[in-house]
């Protein structure tokens, strides 16, 4: 398969296919259960595929853990919190942390070719965001497990015993190492589950942890369904589960686990505003908006979904956004030339479609740039809404996938509050010139995080959460090692 540019063949460059090459991958046909530091074949006998989004290609057999394949997952890493590493002293955890930080650096080209054939994202995302962010994820925490005495948590802070971790499929390595990489420093054991579409990193992490040498049971994956999921995180064994997805799922587990005492957060969906005034550094702002919302095809929980425009500038900024959006490219996702990849899913493929629908159905103008899908796979356009209200479904659903609802404004009080009207509150951005001007918005904006002249900026040293429905605790810096502490 080749990337095709969006532009009118011709009046573009042409660019030669750049494809990286999926020899570094070894795909076994069928993967086992990360069990007590080994892999084992699930007690149900199941086993599920993984595709390759972008041509429906079958990747591997996986296998479908069960209750029974819960319960050993949980009683292993019950018997490490007790026995092995719940009992290490912070300075030998850090040493496993950093072998596990160096083994994905070292890996790095096996991990992103292997996180763009499971999820269909592009390489060059893969490569340079997820993989690098996963491995940083380890090294910042492995320098917290031996310093967590002078942290404001107390002068010995304890671990909770038993994660039960469950992620999605937008980041599927970067949300494992987020997960995995602060509990184990905290001292903590884990069973994570991987989203059913997106096991394969998950699994290649599993071996680099037992090459690492952990005590077994420290990390368990057990991959499944959502089935498996709610078996995880309805587990008496377990004394903290964190979870990572929609919020409709999130509020079947917040009532699964009400009452029960174990500790939750949980880190939802969004529909960010991402806010542009009239004094902005135009060009800029495009690439920003261009980042916010067609970084891994849409697929973010902090996605800037809803563009704001200060209406003196609204016309210049869509015009210059349109001629942006004319160059990316769309297709291979083993294409280091390649911008926007394949859903990773039908499912998620038709989400998107019937959002899109709903949004002409209620008068809003759809735009894409000339655009040729792939024949095989699961592909949506760059897409942009104008003349989008406040009302619309487009405007107040998560989309979930590469499509830009454009509001306009007039003053900073309308930005702000079109802005924090929202059942979400993730993230935000801004864009202007004026210091004065972030601060005040700032202070303002209901969301977790708020990003000025720039988009999507990540570091395990800046937690990360929301505020609503877009869930509650904080994942990363110091807030993040709060979820795993007990008194
Ligand atoms: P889900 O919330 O269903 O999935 C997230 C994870 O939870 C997956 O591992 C899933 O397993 C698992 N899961 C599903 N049901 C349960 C349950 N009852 N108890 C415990 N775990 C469960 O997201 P989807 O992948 O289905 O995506 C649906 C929508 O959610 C998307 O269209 C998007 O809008 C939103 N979403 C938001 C994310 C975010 O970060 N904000 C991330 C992913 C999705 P399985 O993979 O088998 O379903």
Known sequence: MTSVSTTTPGTDWE??????????????????????GEFVPPASGEHFTTLNPATEEP??????AGPADVDRAVASARKASEASWGRLPGRERAKYLYRIARAIQERAREFAVLE??????????????????????????????????YAGFGPDPRPLGV?????????PLLMAAWKLAPALAT???????PAETTPLTALLLARVIAEAGLPPGAVNIITGDGSTGAGLVGHPGVDKVAFTGSTEVGKEIQAAVAGTGKRL????????????????????????IVNGIFFNQGHVCCAGSRLLLQESVADAVLDRLKRRLATLRLGDPLDKNTDIGAINSRPQLDKIEGLVAAGEAEGAQRWSPPCQLPARGYWFPPTV???????????????FGPVLSVLTFRTPEEAVAKANNTPYGLSAGIWTEKGSRILWMAGRLRAGVVWANTYNRFDPASPFGGYQESGFGREGGRAGLAGYLGA
Do not use: M
């Not at 619309?392 to 989309?399: D, F, P, S, T, V």
């Open 187 to 193: 001292g903590n054991t884990c069973v994570l589950k």
């Open 116 to 149: 763009s054939l499971d999820n269909g994202k592009p390489i060059k995302e893969s490569r340079d965001v997820d993989v690098p962010l996963a491995a940083a994820h380890f090294f910042y925490h492995a320098g917290w497990a031996d310093k967590l005495g």
């Open 15 to 36: 660019y030669a296919p750049s494809p990286e090459s999926r020899e570094i991958v070894t795909i076994q046909r069928e993967y086992n259960l990360f069990i007590g």
């Open 59 to 64: 990747l591997a057999s996986v296998a479908q």
């Open 163 to 171: 994660a039960g971790q469950v992620i999605p499929w937008n980041f």
């Open 265 to 288: 957060t949980l880190e939802l969906g969004g529909k960010a505003a991402n806010v542009v005034f009239d004094d902005a550094p135009i060009d800029q702002a495009v690439e920003g």
């Open 385 to 399: 809404f104008s003349g989008v209200s406040q009302s619309h479904k487009i405007a107040r659903e998560e989309i």
